[in-house]
Every structure is written in structure tokens, then in C-alpha cells.
């Protein structure tokens, strides 16, 4: 029986015929989106033998993503967020011992290339199994699945997302996978057995934990009422939900607590030597004699200097971007309030996320771009327009499709988090490997739905031209800050 359940895995992964030749493209301009990056930081993310964070920070400017797993796999150790990403360190270490085998071999560090390697994996299945949906689940022409698929990956963050060193394209195949294996399972009357329900909820919520409550909607929606039975709740649901929590809280204060007090007591040893430094100095200018006058100045002056301090911080990006949280607190310090939210859909869930913005381009929040920052040309928010008015046609035709609308609980549940509650609000638009794919999934009931119609042509006409307007104008720009 074992047997017969990994051979009809390990048959997911095989590529059919009919998908071979889309496929094999997809994996061509994949390996150039790879190609460009690794030469934009080639000479220097190459060394060795250096504070590999400060030059990985120094150096890598690509919007708000995070160079952390770069660093973690030339020296391991867990940097990841331990509550928001569970597992994701664990999983890089494999990755991390073969970099030092081959920096020990070859002098050079090579976790570009190392990196590489699965991101590209991740990516070439997440075509497949896109082109799978289209074809097997919503069962639309070769030519519309080509077509969807081609749209799919010329939006600006999802082309971002297949060679970033970051957890979003991993995200995204596991997404897309299980949201395969759910369309299957629906059109079989299958329900998600117990183990699965169970692996899938570790390796997607241990990549990220939002994305775990996503595979818990995805099987909720397939299996029914039998997803709520007691024990696919306490086996499925509750045992893995207490054993992702208690690994973190684990992991939290295995290796990230030590480090904390450490870094809080070289903090605080270093404030008490320059305040010394500070008194002495304050003493050596002041004519007040009397000892307690002088440790009153001393503190005005210092108090002076912290409010100062304090004022300057919050002028700068990394703090002025941040938005107000609603409280103060461990996870509701994530939250923001104050970030425009009609500005932000426009500019960028619906802006940036699509088509990158010439201004600023691929700039961090947290360094030097604005949260907000309008196009310069009027035909970008034409194409916004044109996208978001077949996105709703979309949902509308296929609004009596449960694949359609379990795939939308996913995309309510995302939205919630950034616009009601503002989590990541600030740089919204990293996040669309996570949401995005519901876009030419829902205009793909449209598609359908037009079928032989008089409107088709003209549908295709639309997408095919938005289509090559996104690849010509995202690669151009993208493509212009890779090689500069």
C-alpha cells in the first residue's frame, strides 16, 4: 500500500506530454530571470571570508524582500521569524551544509547558485500545476491554458518571486499544489485523507503560517462536514496546530532568546560606557561644582538628546513607513492602522503587484521608497483597470463553481490580514505570490465561459495583448535593474 502511495506522488511530478513544450519555455525564461540576478551580485555575494550579513544587507536591494536565507545558508542558524516561519530554517539546513562543502572546495561562495536550484524547481512546478488547473480542473483549450499561465507569470511580483532568495516561491508551489490536489479530489468526491490533510498543514505552515490556515480552507471546502468530524479535528487540525506551536515556542527560546539577553547586554554595557564617557565630558565643560546640580544638568542634557533622537528615528523610513499599530504587543504590534487603504489597492495590491512602478524602482520602504507611489503613465492604470474589471467578471461567471470559491477564501482570508488588519500593509505587494494566482483563475471562468461566442476573439485579443504588455514593460524594467 506504501508503495502504491508513493508511486502516485512521485506520478504528480512526472510531466505529461502535452505539457512539455509550455513547460520547457517557462523553464527557459525562468533559468534568464536567475541568470540576471546571480550576475547583478555575482562579484560580490561570491567571497568569503567576510561579515557575510552586513555585505548581504549592504549590497542586496530588491523592494522589500528579505536576504535572510542567503545568510542563513553561508552560516546556519535560525533567522527566520520563528512564529510567522516555523520550519523554513530547518529546511535551508541541508543547503547550508552543502555551501560550506563547496566554499571549502572551491573558495568561493556559491549560495546564488545553491539557492537556485530549488527556486527554479519551485517555479517550473508551479507552472505545471497552474497549466494543470487550467486544463484538468476548470478544463479549458491548450491554447487558454498557455495563454492564463503566460499571463500569470508576466505579473511583475510573481516574475519577482521565482528567483528572489526568499520563502515566496517556495509559498507559491505549495499553494498551487495543494489547490491541485483539492480541484482533483473534487472532481473525484474524494475527500483529503487524514495523513495528508496533516503533511500538507506542516510543510505549508511551516514555510509560512498564514498559508497553513489556506490548506485548512482548501480541505475544509473539499471534504465538508467531515472536516469538522472530532477526529479529523484533533488528529488534523489541533495535534499538528499544538506541535507547529510548540516547535516555535521551542525554537524561540532555544536560539532566538540567548541572543536577544546577549545582544540586551552588549546593548547595555555599551550605554553605560557611553554615558560615562558622556558625564565626563558634560563635567569637563559645565563651571557647576556642586555634585548633585551637575548630575541634574547631566540628565536634562540627556534627556535632550533622547527626544532629539527620538524625533529624527521617526523621520526615517524604516520607522515613519511602519504605519501605527492598534496596540502595542508581540503579533498585534504587526497591525497598522494609519496606511491609506483605497491608495494602497490601487498603487499597489492592484499597481505594483501587476506592473512595477518606474519611479522608485524595486526600492524598499524601509530604505528610501514612499508607501505609496503613483504611476507615470496613464496607460498603467488602464491596464489595472482592464485586469481588475476581468477579475470580477471572472468571480461572477464562475460564482456556482466551489473550486472557485474555496480558491476565494484563500484570497478574503489574505485580504484580511493586509487590509483590515494592515499586516504588511506597508509593502503589500511582496506578498502577491501568496494571493495573486486567484486572478487568472477566476478570469478563467470567464474564459470558459465565453466558449465558441461571437465575445471570445475578442476576450483572447484582450488578454494576449495584456499579456505581452506585461512582459514587454515588467522584463524591460526588471530587466534594466538586473544588469545595471
Not at 32 to 40: G, V
Not at 211 to 232: A, C, E, I, Q, S
Request: glycine content about 6%; hydrophobic content about 50%.
Amino acid at each position: 500500500m506504501q508503495n502504491k502511495n508513493m508511486k502516485k506522488f512521485i506520478q504528480l511530478f512526472q510531466v505529461k506530454r502535452d505539457e512539455w513544450c509550455a513547460s520547457a519555455i517557462a523553464l527557459v525564461v525562468f533559468i534568464i530571470l536567475h541568470a540576471m540576478f546571480i550576475y547583478k551580485y555575482y562579484e560580490v555575494f561570491t567571497q568569503t571570508g567576510r561579515g557575510h550579513w552586513n555585505i548581504f544587507v549592504k549590497h542586496f536591494n530588491m523592494s522589500g524582500f528579505d536576504v535572510i536565507t542567503y545568510s542563513m545558508v553561508t552560516y546556519w542558524e535560525p533567522n527566520y521569524n520563528v512564529y510567522r516561519h516555523p520550519l523554513l530554517s530547518f529546511m535551508v539546513w541541508p543547503l547550508s551544509c552543502l555551501d560550506k562543502w563547496l566554499a571549502d572546495l572551491t573558495g568561493m561562495n556559491l549560495v546564488q547558485f545553491i539557492m537556485a536550484v530549488p527556486l527554479l524547481l519551485c517555479a517550473f512546478y508551479s507552472f505545471v500545476f497552474l497549466y494543470r488547473i487550467f486544463k484538468e480542473i476548470i478544463q479549458l483549450r491548450k491554447a487558454d491554458c498557455m495563454l492564463l499561465s503566460a499571463f500569470f507569470f508576466s505579473l511583475a511580483y510573481i516574475m519577482l518571486s521565482v528567483f528572489v532568495p526568499d520563502h515566496f516561491g517556495i509559498s507559491l508551489f505549495l499553494l498551487l499544489f495543494t489547490i491541485y490536489l483539492a480541484g482533483s479530489k473534487m472532481q473525484r468526491g474524494v475527500p483529503f485523507k487524514l495523513w495528508q490533510t496533516l503533511v500538507l498543514f506542516v510543510l505549508t505552515a511551516g514555510v509560512t503560517l498564514s498559508n497553513g490556515v489556506k490548506t485548512y480552507l482548501y480541505v475544509l471546502f473539499t471534504n465538508g462536514w467531515r472536516f469538522l468530524r472530532p477526529k479529523h479535528l484533533l488528529i488534523a487540525v489541533l495535534l499538528p496546530c499544538a506541535l507547529i506551536w510548540g516547535f516555535a515556542r521551542w525554537e524561540y527560546r532555544t536560539f532566538v532568546w540567548p541572543k536577544e539577553m546577549a545582544r540586551k547586554e552588549i546593548k547595555a554595557k555599551k550605554s553605560a560606557e557611553q554615558r560615562a564617557k558622556a558625564l565626563k565630558a558634560f563635567s569637563d565643560t559645565t563651571s557647576i561644582k556642586d555634585t548633585t546640580e551637575l548630575k541634574k544638568a547631566f540628565e536634562q542634557e540627556m534627556n535632550q538628546r533622547a527626544k532629539q533622537k527620538f524625533i529624527a528615528d521617526h523621520k526615517k523610513p524604516w520607522n515613519k513607513h511602519t504605519g501605527t499599530p492598534m496596540a502595542k504587543g508581540e503579533f498585534i504590534g504587526w497591525t497598522d492602522i494609519s496606511t491609506s487603504r483605497p491608495a494602497t489597492i490601487v498603487e499597489n495590491l492592484f499597481g505594483e503587484s501587476l506592473q512595477l512602478h518606474s519611479s522608485y524602482l524595486l526600492q524598499d520602504t524601509l530604505r528610501s521608497r514612499p508607501v505609496v507611489v503613483p504611476y507615470d503613465w496613464a496607460i498603467n492604470y488602464i491596464v489595472e483597470a482592464l485586469i481588475t474589471v476581468l477579475f470580477l467578471a471572472g468571480i461572477w461567471m464562475g460564482r456556482r463553481s466551489k473550486f472557485l470559491w474555496m480558491i476565494l477564501s484563500g484570497f478574503i482570508f489574505d485580504m484580511t490580514l493586509h487590509l483590515v488588519l494592515g499586516f504588511g500593509i506597508n509593502e503589500v505587494y511582496i506578498m502577491t505570490a501568496h494571493w495573486a494566482f486567484v486572478i487568472p483563475l477566476a478570469i478563467a471562468f470567464l474564459v470558459k465561459a465565453a466558449g465558441h461566442t461571437p465575445h471570445a476573439l475578442k476576450l483572447r485579443i484582450l488578454l494576449t495583448a495584456l499579456t505581452l504588455w506585461l512582459w514587454g514593460y515588467n522584463g524591460i524594467l526588471l530587466g534594466g535593474y538586473l544588469l545595471n
